[in-house]
């Protein structure tokens, strides 16, 4: 599967952005989907992530409450809406799937996702 995100851009703080990320290929409703985050010098951290139906989302502390992930297999897209966003939420953002999910940490866990966007830039000026 191939994945394209687009979305990003430049916003001041407190405001809110609506991430893309459209899938090709067959079978999108059978890949767990999660977003994830990479700011300069560091490590690739886990944002969100959402099952294959939809049914149960998974979220990082330091956006809880302000971002919410969601899908459309019928459109084989998955959104990340981002409100409330802090400088601190400046980074490139990449989705990220994967077909069967063993275990629920493998959601949280960048390695085991299998296929990755290029991902988009997210900036957030004070």
């Known amino acids: 599967v191939q994945l394209v995100e687009s979305g990003g851009g430049l916003v001041q703080a407190g405001g809110s952005l609506r991430l893309s990320c459209a899938a090709s290929?067959?079978?999108?409703?059978?890949?767990?989907m999660g977003w994830f985050r990479q700011a300069p010098g560091k490590e690739r951290d886990f944002v969100t992530a959402?099952?294959?139906?939809?049914?149960?989302?998974y979220y990082a502390d330091s956006v809880k409450g302000r971002f919410t992930i969601s899908r459309d297999n019928a459109k084989n897209t998955v959104y990340l809406q981002m409100n409330s966003l802090k400088p601190e939420d400046t980074a490139v953002y990449y989705c990220?799937?994967?077909?069967?999910?063993?275990?629920?940490?493998?959601?949280?866990?960048?390695?085991?996702?299998?296929?990755w966007g290029q991902g988009t830039q997210v900036t957030v000026s004070s």
């Open positions: 990220a799937a994967r077909g069967t999910v063993i275990s629920t940490t493998y959601y949280y866990e960048p390695e085991k996702y299998a296929y």
């Open positions: 290929g067959r079978n999108f409703s059978t890949y767990a």
């Open positions: 959402i099952r294959r139906n939809g049914g149960t989302t």
